[in-house]
T-cell receptor, first 113, second 114 residues
Framework: EADIYQTPRYLVIGTGKKITLECSQT?????MYWYQQDPGMELHLIHY???????EKGDLSSESTVSRIRTEHFPLTLESARPSHTSQYLC????????????FGPGTRLTVL | GDSVTQMEGPVTLSEEAFLTINCTYT??????LFWYVQYPGEGLQLLLK?????DKGSNKGFEATYRKETTSFHLEKGSVQVSDSAVYFC?????????????FGQGTILTVHP
């Protein structure tokens, strides 16, 4: 059973607020990922990490930032939220092999008013 | 670059009908192939995977075979249930500069009626 957690599950905030979306996994995975899922369902990789102190931008440009200070923790931060940031955010983790499964958290649905 | 193309949706079926969701891919090297399912309000769950040509992945009555010659990984189920209603994503991962990152198809919504 995969153990990857995201909090909060739902967040409604006003424009200009700073927010942090939390993601934690207990599987000891080195690789972690953040995806943005638009209303049309398509998934876009926005950040990934191959280990502690490693972070890279994904395929879709995002104004968010990430950090990886501990293996199990990969938070995503928006310094100043805007309505265009309204979306579903999914966190995932995997082992190091290309054949390894990515395990997903339940997601955070963010609404910026 | 790598890409995954899924059949256009949504797909609507009656219970016990046969399901096929087509998936074709373009990739450099030898990708691993995955099918993920997303139930309403949840994250993605791995449904099945195959890591080399001619492998068949199977789970919960769903099957898909890695066909290198046709670059396909079609999802099938012989008899769907209402509880199979969800969004299904085909995906691949490769080595090289994209090492381990997943490339997803656009997703296919499946609705099963009693």
């Amino acid at each position: 059973e995969a153990d990857i957690y995201q909090t909060p599950r739902y967040l409604v905030i006003g424009t200009g607020k700073k927010i942090t979306l939390e993601c934690s996994q207990t599987m000891g995975h080195d690789k972690m990922y953040w995806y943005q899922q638009d209303p049309g369902m398509e998934l876009h990789l926005i950040h990934y990490s191959y280990g502690v102190n490693s972070t890279e931008k994904g395929d879709l440009s995002s104004e968010s930032t990430v950090s990886r200070i501990r293996t199990e923790h990969f938070p995503l931060t928006l310094e100043s939220a805007r309505p265009s940031h309204t979306s579903q955010y999914l966190c995932a983790s995997s082992g190091v092999q290309v054949t390894d499964t990515q395990y997903f958290g339940p997601g955070t649905r963010l609404t910026v008013l | 670059g790598d890409s995954v193309t899924q059949m256009e949706g949504p797909v609507t079926l009656s219970e016990e009908a046969f399901l096929t969701i087509n998936c074709t891919y373009t990739a450099t090297g030898y990708p691993s192939l995955f099918w993920y399912v997303q139930y309403p309000g949840e994250g993605l769950q791995l449904l099945l995977k195959a890591t080399k040509a001619d492998d068949k992945g199977s789970n919960k009555g769903f099957e898909a075979t890695y066909r290198k010659e046709t670059t396909s990984f079609h999802l099938e189920k012989g008899s769907v249930q209402v509880s199979d209603s969800a969004v299904y994503f085909c995906a691949l991962s490769t080595g090289g500069t994209s090492y381990g990152k997943l490339t997803f198809g656009q997703g296919t919504i499946l609705t099963v009626h009693p």
